[in-house]
């Protein structure tokens, strides 16, 4: 069953990278027929030559960015900036912490009243009084 569904994974990738081929190539072909009455058969190729390497730089760039992401600095060190953080980053992580807290909630109420009397008594904010 899993050699069967890898041969099918490997011959729908072998299909699509055909699929690709020729249409990369037919491009190729239609760049050539559009440039070579205006420029001549050796800079229309010469143009078709150029065209792909700015697509394989393009690409190349495109995996430097995807292997290399640019790393967000978060503005403020508290504890609820960084759980949200994480939640942004991995959030099958965070639906998994949300499902144990509510697991935990539901087998033990008194936990429950606990966390919810704490949230519930917290100390406003100090502020600076305005002079």
Do not use: H
């Not at 030559?49 to 290399?68: E, P, S, Y």
């Not at 949200?84 to 099958?92: G, N, S, T, W």
Request: aromatic share 6%.
């Amino acid at each position: 069953m899993i050699l069967k569904k890898a041969i099918f994974i490997a011959c729908g990738v072998a299909a699509l990278a055909a699929a690709a081929f020729v249409f990369v190539f037919a491009l190729a072909f239609a760049l050539y027929a559009a440039l070579q009455p205006a420029w001549g058969p050796a800079l229309a190729a010469a143009g078709v030559a150029g065209a792909c390497v700015l697509l394989i730089l393009l690409g190349a760039l495109a995996a430097f960015i995807a292997a290399n992401p640019p790393k967000k600095k978060s503005s403020s060190d508290d504890i609820l900036s960084r759980l949200i953080d994480l939640a942004r980053e991995k959030p099958v992580v965070a639906a998994a912490a949300i499902l144990a807290a509510g697991a935990v909630a539901l087998k033990n109420p008194t936990v429950t009243a606990t966390l919810v009397g704490l949230f519930a008594s917290g100390r406003p904010a100090s502020k600076k009084p305005k002079k």
